[in-house]
């Protein structure tokens, strides 16, 4: 399984940028995605998730600025991210096959991330 993240790079605030994650190895149509982020000296948190049939859910910081799509013909998840602001900075990854076990919901497969500077 590999899934593999592009798309990030420095944009002033205000600016927008579109990641992609490309997903090879398992049956992407079948699998719950997300986006998450980590920055330095955060904890890492799910930005957004999409459902193998669609349904989506957002952290309320990126509400009205994000879109989180899926496109099964090409293996591809995206990630609109729209009037980025400063506290966007990050590096966000793409997640593959959500799984819920007793330890709380995860997923089974990660990319190795890529990098998005909001900065001025």
């Known amino acids: 399984v590999q899934l593999a993240e592009s798309g990030g790079g420095l944009v002033q605030p205000g600016g927008s940028l579109r990641l992609s994650c490309a997903g090879s190895g398992y049956t992407f149509s079948n699998c719950g995605m997300g986006w998450y982020r980590q920055a330095p000296g955060n904890e890492r948190e799910l930005v957004s998730s999409?459902?193998?049939?669609?349904?989506?859910t957002y952290v309320d910081s990126v509400k009205g600025r994000f879109t989180i799509s899926r496109d099964n013909a090409k293996n591809t998840l995206y990630l609109q991210m729209n009037n980025l602001k400063t506290e966007d900075t990050a590096v966000y990854s793409c997640a593959a096959c959500r799984v819920v076990r007793v330890s709380g919901t995860t997923y089974e497969y990660w990319g190795k991330g890529t990098q998005v500077t909001v900065s001025s």
């Open positions: 999409i459902s193998s049939e669609g349904s989506t």
